[in-house]
């Protein structure tokens, strides 16, 4: 684990979610970047809250700074208070071919 972040609800004065969820990523807006043993199961559950889903899960590689490649499932969406979330999994780590 790299870190917490904690998100704050202003309660004076009170503020609320906003009434639409964005559609598009405003430059200087957060992205949270977690990782999940169930990736698709986190969209799933996403849009079952009523999350506007930007990205459905899809296969992707990285390679990692000791030359391993990673196999991701990727997918992204916005969860009801507008916040953006990129949710990655590990699927397999491998060597370099």
């Known amino acids: 684990m790299i870190g917490m972040i904690g998100l ?3 309660l004076d004065p009170k503020q609320d979610a906003p009434v639409e969820l964005p559609t598009e990523i405003a ?3 957060p992205i949270f970047v977690v990782a999940s043993e169930d990736a ?3 969209v799933q559950r ?3 809250l009523g999350s506007r889903i930007h990205c459905e899960p899809h296969d992707w590689q990285v ?3 000791d030359g391993k490649i990673k196999d991701m499932i ?3 969406f916005w969860d009801l ?3 953006f979330f990129e949710v990655n999994q590990v699927v397999a780590v491998r060597d370099a071919e």
């Open 8 to 10: 704050l609800e202003w």
């Open 27 to 29: 430059f200087g807006a």
């Open 40 to 42: 698709g199961g986190a």
């Open 46 to 48: 996403a849009r079952e």
């Open 63 to 65: 390679t990692g700074a």
């Open 74 to 76: 990727g997918c992204s």
């Open 81 to 83: 208070d507008g916040y």
